[in-house]
């Protein structure tokens, strides 16, 4: 089969989709509210989702591996938090007050992770972000700020500094000189590169913020030492070393990556799976550092770094929806325990399929997050995803989603949630198979 021939089958199945989609095409901007749900012919409009599955405007239904962009570790609305969630709506939606929710959640998330010794809350992981790195400023006195080729913090002014390919250019308009200049990139994966650049920069240098597996850049692991030597670097130079957990968080492990690495990260942000599918930031970390945002003690403004607003901050549905989440995660260690197995199965099956039919490729990720790069390249930064055959990966996500009822959000990494079974991996590699003897890729 061509690939026209599933997008035809896309387009015959999602008559209801595409009349809604020309309808939020007169609303939002390209018909989307985030810029990477849009994909070609148009994204399928969801209508409900429970476990693994995602039902659409038609009627169709996907075995999802999107996940919330990977927030859904226990799958679509799991029981402890829907009745978490169907209990507090009755009890108030947003107090607007401070409240005992998120005093239990912080408790929750403390307990899991000791190194969060402060914290604030806030709506998402773009706002985590960006309070970090001005802690970062305000605790260092300097400016300028480190962070990976294709590393995604988020869409907040100060990060957005090459995330897309090519890395070298600009972001586009709306984004100013003067903010451009304060932000350095480093080579992923390559730490005698990265430590090039940083020597430069390090009497300006307050932070090297990084993800510790390039989770939106295409699910790529660190190499042993790389995560280790930026944190060196940092502490020796006065700067602070900051790990964005936002997608890692109780995803590579109930501690996260931190725990995984064996690192010390000055201050972290985490987000997705601690707020059980609502929306969630945390910027969390050394004590003394998040003290310089305490607005009691610090009542002086030239003192006080400015962080801490945001209307839905903390309020009571996201905090009992996160609690419910990592407390079913902490008392359920076998979650990991399947997930991972199941990401192991996918990664492996996956190779082993491209491989027999000798299609260059290779499936990256880490535990339950997974992504196939068709690529002769070894693929260790973003630059070997962006330049890898993006085309035809878009083509394998568009027919398991027309042909097989598997979703994946085309070009992004796949991940596992507790709700998906060994049954749905086999899905996939039979899915992945047929399409291979139809001639997807060749
Ligand atoms: C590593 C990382 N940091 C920050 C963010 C931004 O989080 P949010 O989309 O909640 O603003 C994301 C989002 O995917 C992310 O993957």
Redesign the pocket.
């Given at each position: 089969m061509e690939y026209g021939d599933y997008l035809r089958r896309y387009v015959s199945r999602t008559s209801k989709s595409r009349r809604l989609f020309l309808r939020a095409q007169k609303l939002f901007p390209g018909g989307i509210s985030h810029n990477i749900r849009y994909f070609e012919p148009y994204p399928f409009f969801a209508t409900g989702a429970r476990g693994k599955q995602l039902r659409d405007a038609d009627g169709n239904t996907y075995t999802d591996y999107w996940m919330g962009?990977w927030a859904l570790i226990l799958g679509h609305s799991p029981a402890p938090v829907a009745g978490a969630l169907s209990r507090q709506v009755k009890n108030g939606t947003l107090y607007g007050v401070t409240n005992d929710a998120s005093v239990e959640l912080g408790e929750a998330i403390q307990k899991i992770m000791p190194a969060a010794e402060s914290m604030r809350f806030c709506s998402?992981?773009?706002?985590a972000?960006m309070y970090a790195v001005r802690l970062a400023r305000a605790k260092t006195g300097r400016r300028v700020i480190a962070k990976a080729i294709g590393g995604?913090?988020?869409?907040n002014t100060t990060l957005m500094q090459t995330v897309n390919y090519p890395f070298e250019a600009e972001e586009g308009p709306g984004l100013v000189q003067d903010e451009e200049q304060y932000v350095e990139s480093i080579p992923f994966n390559d730490l005698e590169g990265s430590l090039k650049v940083l020597e430069n920069i390090k009497d300006d240098l307050a932070c090297i913020i990084i993800?510790p597996f390039l989770?939106?850049a295409g699910g790529i692991p660190p190499v042993d030492g790389y995560l280790k030597g930026l944190q060196e670097f940092a502490k020796k130079n006065g700067a602070l070393f900051i790990l964005?957990e936002?997608?890692t968080g109780f995803r590579l492990s109930l501690k996260g990556a931190a725990h995984k690495y064996g690192l010390e990260p000055d201050l972290f942000?985490l987000?997705?799976i601690c707020g059980g599918g609502m929306p969630i930031?945390v910027v969390c970390g050394d004590r003394e550092i998040m003290a310089l945002a305490d607005p009691v003690a610090r009542r002086d403004k030239e003192t006080r770094c400015a962080i801490g607003g945001g209307t839905f901050s903390a309020n009571p549905v996201t905090m009992v929806a996160g609690r419910a989440t990592l407390d079913f995660l902490a008392k359920n260690r076998q979650v990991y325990a399947k997930i991972d197995r199941l990401g192991e199965m996918a990664r492996k099956g996956l190779t082993k399929i491209f491989a027999d039919a000798r299609i260059q490729c290779q499936v990256t990720g880490s535990n339950s997050l997974f992504l196939t790069h068709f690529t002769k390249n070894n693929v260790k930064d973003a630059t070997d995803v962006a330049t890898s055959d993006r085309v035809l990966l878009t083509k394998y996500h568009l027919a398991l989603m027309a042909e097989h009822g598997i979703f994946f959000l085309p070009t992004k990494m796949g991940a596992i949630s507790f709700a998906h079974g060994e049954p749905d991996v086999k899905k996939l590699l039979a899915a992945t198979e047929s399409l291979v003897q139809a001639g997807l890729f060749t």
């Open positions: 962009h998402t992981g773009s706002e972000t995604w913090h988020g869409f993800e989770g939106g964005d936002i997608v942000t987000g997705k930031g």
